[in-house]
């Protein structure tokens, strides 16, 4: 059974710092996308960042672009999401996912196919 466990959420102020991981057991995402996605209240579920696989290239939405940074471990399986300057826009229920395809680019939550419980950002003013 493939799950994913994220980790490292809480409550900051604005231009506070927090590290976001996910652990992926049951199989290997080495050549794997993985990827960050967030979910506001009252608002979908929307792509944060993501890396196409362990050693891959990675790519941001454009509102976390030059503050946030996706990195995984050597094997593959544990992903992270460094974020800093964060804003009061950026509270939200962060998922960390893993999909089925192949060294992609993708940025959309169909193209992936497991995901973890979510973990709670709330950034204050």
């Known amino acids: 059974q493939v799950q994913l466990v994220e980790s490292g959420g809480g409550l900051v102020q604005a231009g506070d710092s927090l590290k976001l991981s996910c652990a992926a057991s049951g199989r290997s995402f080495s050549s794997n996308p993985m990827g960050w996605f967030r979910q506001a209240p009252g608002k979908e579920r929307e792509f944060v960042a993501a890396?196409?696989?362990?050693?891959?290239?990675?790519y941001y939405a454009d509102s976390v672009k030059g503050r946030f940074t996706i990195s995984r471990d050597n094997a593959g399986n544990t992903v992270y999401l460094q974020m800093n300057s964060l804003k009061p826009e950026d509270t939200a229920v962060y998922y960390c996912?893993?999909?089925?395809?192949?060294?992609?680019?993708?940025?959309?939550?169909?193209?992936?196919?497991?995901w973890g419980q979510g973990t709670q950002v709330t950034v204050s003013s």
């Open positions: 996912a893993g999909s089925d395809l192949t060294y992609r680019r993708i940025d959309t939550a169909n193209q992936f196919h497991y």
């Open positions: 890396s196409t696989w362990s050693h891959g290239g990675t």
